[in-house]
């Protein structure tokens, strides 16, 4: 079964209408299509213009739930919510509604800063702001999951999206093709020294060599997986990092292994704002994750995560 749940529509900074988004995905070939518009419930309604306002929660539910149509993919209803401290119980109420099939908790802002859109902020951050940013990030996250309110845990290593952007050299190697730079780097052909990451993540591996922090070797990392493994949520796969400047997906290949070793299950999300975009770098996707050793990807139906072989998933995104 072919399912792709991490996606905006017109409810909030996508481009597609739900019909538009629906039937992009059936001639796509989808059997289930999943839409989560964002939700932020900032707590001096202070909300940014990608999300929905929070008075328009019951539209949106209500036109979700009478959106299906016989002639199209079963339609999931999703949302986006960011993850806010001091905002659990407007979180907990907002998903309190037996329509929606599943919540995606996500960390947007950190520090005051929106991690994924404050360029010109986060590119004045020196090595310590950064580090500090990067710490409290995982924090957030660690938050989110143990808050229980969730159950897909969205681009884990978002910060990484943008910021610490490598010099105009390291751009024109990394950004344009990350394995052949890494390659380029080790001066030679081909080696069995040349690690894993740098094949997958030029970017993440230049930035490395270059001293500056990374999102994620932060000491963070590793207790913000274990809330997750301990709350039982689902990590995606969101291949829309594979398009953004850090040309990697979230969260990096390092840490969907780590997620691995703790039993944590995935789903892939394409992170889609426009109906080409639904299944964008799917067949990278499922082939990163046969390598790291998934054998099972989620599917979600009123707040349940059901498991399917990844070996169907792929053979439904191979089907003519
Ligand atoms: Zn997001
Ligand atoms: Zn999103």
């Given at each position: 079964m072919l399912t792709s749940y991490h996606n905006h529509s017109q409810w909030s900074d996508g481009r597609g209408s739900l019909l538009n988004m629906l039937y992009?995905?059936?001639?796509?070939?989808?059997?289930?299509?999943?839409?989560s518009?964002?939700?932020?419930?900032?707590?001096?309604?202070?909300?940014?213009?990608?999300?929905?306002?929070?008075?328009?929660?019951?539209?949106?539910?209500?036109?979700?739930?009478?959106?299906?149509?016989?002639d199209?993919?079963?339609?999931r209803i999703g949302l986006e919510l960011d993850w806010l401290p001091g905002q659990r119980d407007a979180i907990a109420a907002a998903t309190d509604d037996?329509?929606?099939?599943?919540?995606?908790?996500?960390?947007?802002?950190?520090?005051?800063?929106?991690?994924?859109?404050?360029?010109?902020?986060?590119?004045?951050?020196?090595?310590?702001?950064?580090?500090?940013?990067?710490d409290r990030y995982w924090v957030l996250v660690a938050e989110m999951a143990s808050s229980g309110l969730f159950d897909i845990a969205a681009h884990l290593d978002l910060p990484k999206k943008l910021h610490g952007r490598p010099s105009a050299a390291m751009q024109r190697d990394d950004?344009?093709?990350?394995?052949?730079?890494?390659?380029?780097?080790?001066g030679t052909t081909r080696q069995a020294a040349m690690q894993p990451d740098d094949r997958a993540d030029g970017y993440a591996a230049a930035h490395r060599r270059q001293q500056a922090p990374s999102v994620g070797?932060?000491?963070?990392?590793?207790?913000?997986l274990d809330a997750i493994a301990a709350a039982g949520m689902t990590v995606e796969l969101n291949t829309a990092g594979w398009?953004?400047?850090?040309?990697?997906?979230?969260?990096?290949?390092?840490?969907?292994?780590?997620?691995?070793?703790?039993?944590?299950?995935?789903?892939?999300?394409?992170?889609?704002?426009?109906t080409q975009d639904l299944l964008r770098h799917f067949d990278r996707a499922v082939k990163l994750l046969q390598q790291i050793g998934y054998r099972e990807i989620m599917r979600f139906e009123g707040r349940r995560a059901i498991p399917q072989p990844l070996a169907d998933f792929a053979a439904a995104l191979d089907r003519p």
């Open positions: 992009a995905a059936q001639r796509m070939g989808l059997d289930e299509l999943g839409i518009d964002h939700l932020v419930l900032d707590p001096h309604d202070d909300i940014p213009r990608w999300s929905m306002h929070p008075t328009a929660l019951p539209d949106y539910l209500a036109a979700l739930s009478e959106g299906r149509r016989d199209a993919p079963c339609l037996p329509r929606l099939d599943y919540a995606i908790g996500s960390v947007h802002q950190v520090l005051g800063l929106h991690v994924d859109s404050a360029l010109d902020h986060l590119g004045q951050l020196g090595p310590q702001a950064l580090q500090a940013m990067y950004r344009a093709d990350g394995y052949a730079a890494a390659h380029r780097r080790m070797d932060s000491a963070g990392v590793e207790p913000a398009d953004m400047p850090c040309r990697e997906c979230y969260p990096s290949p390092r840490i969907l292994a780590a997620c691995h070793e703790r039993g944590i299950p995935v789903t892939i999300g394409a992170d889609a704002h426009s």
